[in-house]
């Protein structure tokens, strides 16, 4: 059996920066919210709708901003953002089971491809020829590294991922099991009804300190390349369809989809299930909530919303026909307005006779 | 070439407990529709609009309730639930490969995992340090079943199956190709614009007899575990973000997508491509139609829609302008109405002079 | 390294049957946009609003039609549809690795498989018993094909597919990376809230020269099999429930979704995102605007769309609020109308007196 990791709350205080209020040599070796954590655990108060659990909080200790310590009289680690020194600490008590360095003895590896030696490739993965694995890179088990790609330095790659041929990841990128970067996208010409095929000759380039979500698909580019910036997260299930082109530090939830070509800001937040058609462009700092159909060119940083509120289903059937009727109700209203005012100017001119 | 079973009547009779009525001794070696069923084939009538192919129904017998029974001059399995007893006989025509106990020759498997002598591990497979399969389980070529993950007795994992580390499914639990337990949750915390991961250090816990579509996603908790309940169905291309929490026999069909920590009553069925916002609550009871947006919780058992109504394009998009103008047009009426009301009360102001 | 391909103009004007106007001799290496080509590089025009480029246009020559080349000085190869030439042409630059003919050291077939001798069979492959692989086909890294599937001359599978049992697959078919093809589909039958799974015991047959994206799905049939057309293409991320039909030369865009028992006809469109239900006939030559919801049959070709336009988030929540008014509102406007005929005949009435 594993034995959990533990840290005295000295350690951690030191380890954040923070201020320590109550017991030094309190043990620590989880983390947990404020409902549920007992005495060996640490927890943390961020959103202030859950500053109620904390009178009745059985924590070992709580990260707590100054202001919220005040009134606390529990063990607690004092810091500017409690929400980022939980992420930080996070890794402490993480069980990932960390993969020893070294080509697994049932690994497929290319005479010509180039796999550091601090860099551990998984059960059965396959490394196609000119492919260059980086310092410390993690290739799972199973996973499939095509023909002259690259993974920089510290990149960790569960199972199951596939990039193709000539695909370009920058350092300490993530990628989740499922996911498959530079498959080849939905280019075809109409030759009278029939779909002819068009060769996708472009890469995908992919910035540092990104992460892509399991099953989610980054397609290569047609002419040039595919591009994510550094720092952008993918959720699950994303689709990136090819040349599109995301600014650092964009994060996208699960099952938003991207069209072929379309260009989106830095710093921009795309909620889950959102779509948009190609070719357009997103501004920096566009925050789109979730399933949002994005048909043209954001130019204003903002929030930005389509689809109609949920309503119990019979209501709902009312509201979806009366929307079909809304340009007849629109015309009906303008005549109305318009008989109205000649009813009052006449009425006037009658109470004026 | 592989011989199809058959049964006589009488044995698919004495299987379900039906009464037959026809020729005990034909031989059945295939289920079909109404329409396409021939003399060895069994049908079934389940959905009242079919009635009319019973007339020319050429099949070898057909599963029927008793009042349908009456007016049907064929073999006839007589039940009180038709499409319960298709399901119950289904089995017996399904052609899936059984695969054969023991470790497949090319598997990989940790010293200290545990495979049950009955169970089946498929070629590639790899089974990972601590892991433990259950008697009668299939685990099917190419999965990877991570460190200390559990799979319960009579478990069937397709080809090319993902469990991360720390999983633990119950019993007879079904999971299709390409899906992924365990992945790493979307968790990061906002730093000066830079995202900060938080090692998700829950787990997914799924019950008893639940079945996993293709290429569905259920990533682990942040703290707490996934949980899913036992009966659960969730189909194809499914997001369950960290932390989400699925009620006893709720079934969910294809590219639903949950966010993260949203609770899930039981016997709810969430229809094809709805979408969750995090952090809500769906009592027991609800259905939910396909593609709807659901921002808010549901306390109320029934049935709950969002979105517009198809029509061709010309229209739609007159009604995408008018609701734009909405709350404009809404003012509008209600200005009407105010002047309206003036304009009737000085008319009868007037005609009472 | 490897060395880019080289053609000269008049060898790619043969190739096509193009005019060419210029250089005959000028060495052509790749393709690329107008704006970004080079000198070694072909571009083309297509869409007009890139014909602003073509003054600036670096271009080694330019795919035109006679049109546009009479306004162009530089190199060009005249053709009826430069798209569609570029299309042809793009296959010349893949630098996508071609597999040798055999089976990888690694790979594990069945003994009763079949696989030509002019195969393809990649590392960690797994080919089960009956299964029958057909000439020239390529099946990449890591798949799995199912017993008795086939797979006809000239398919590609990319690395990491799976094939359940009893797949058939046409001619010249392309299948990306991760997609999941016979997977057991949805089918349950409630037994007092309790969901009761129905043996998926047909197959899918899927036609000539289709292609399927990275991470689509294709459930197997209930009763009889899914059904996929000649030329049909599928992009990413897509779902086919069981006993789907899509006619020929239909064309899917990313993250659409698609009911069981639904029937497409040929020569559709069905953008990105939408979502059908099941048991609905869609006729040929229709085209469906993205991430629309379609819940009845479409009889007639033409465009047709669901949803509501993007607003910045403050309009929209007026918007949504003011839909769910919408029966209302449309009974107030009767409601004044009929007032406001009183009035008017009452006025009337009264301008008489």
């Known amino acids: 059996m594993m034995q959990a990791p533990a840290f005295t709350l000295s350690q951690l205080a030191e380890r954040l920066g923070a201020t ?6 309190q043990l620590i070796s989880g983390l947990a919210t404020l409902q549920e954590a007992g005495p060996d655990q640490l927890s943390f108060l961020a959103n202030p709708q859950y500053r109620k659990y904390l009178s009745d909080c059985r924590a070992g200790a709580v990260l707590l901003t100054a202001a919220d310590a005040d009134s606390y009289s529990g063990n607690a680690l004092v810091v500017a953002n409690p929400y980022l020194a939980y992420a930080q600490l996070s890794h402490l008590f993480d ?50 590294i095509g023909a002259r790609s690259l993974i920089g330095e510290g990149g960790w790659l569960a199972p199951r991922v596939t990039l193709y041929h000539d695909v370009r990841i920058g350092k300490r990128v993530v990628i989740q099991s499922g996911a498959v970067i530079g498959g080849e996208g939905f280019g075809f010409a ?10 996708q000759i472009g890469g995908v380039v992919i910035g540092d300190d990104v992460e892509i979500g399991a099953n989610t698909t980054i397609d290569r580019g047609a002419l040039a390349d595919t591009l994510i910036g550094n720092g952008v997260k993918l959720d699950n299930q994303i689709m990136i369809a090819h040349n599109v082109q995301i600014g650092d530090n964009t994060a996208m939830a699960g099952c938003a989809g991207i069209s072929g070509s379309t260009k989106i800001g830095k710093n921009c937040m795309i909620a889950g299930g959102v779509g948009m058609v190609g070719h357009i462009e997103v501004c920096d700092g566009v925050f789109v909530t979730g399933m949002t159909m994005v048909t043209r060119s954001i130019t204003e940083p903002g929030s930005y919303s389509s689809g109609t509120a949920m309503q119990p289903a019979g209501e709902w059937r009312k509201s979806a026909a009366r929307i079909r009727q809304l340009d007849d109700m629109a015309r009906r209203l303008q005549q109305l307005e318009k008989q109205l005012a000649a009813v009052t100017s006449s009425g006037n001119a009658s109470s004026d006779a």
Chains 1, 2, 3 share one sequence.
């Not at 320590?20 to 040599?25: H, I, Q, V």
């Not at 290319?110 to 059965?124: F, L, N």
């Not at 109409?190 to 060769?199: R, T």
């Open 190 to 199: 109409n030759e009278k009804g029939v779909w002819q095929k068009i060769a």
């Open 95 to 144: 069980r990932k089971p960390q993969a020893a360095a070294g080509v697994h003895a049932t690994a497929w590896v290319a005479d010509d491809a180039q796999v550091d030696t601090s860099a551990s490739v998984g059960a059965y993965a396959v490394i196609e020829g000119g492919a260059r694995i980086g310092a410390g890179v993690t290739v799972g088990a199973h996973c499939v």
């Open 20 to 25: 320590l209020r109550g017991a030094a040599d």
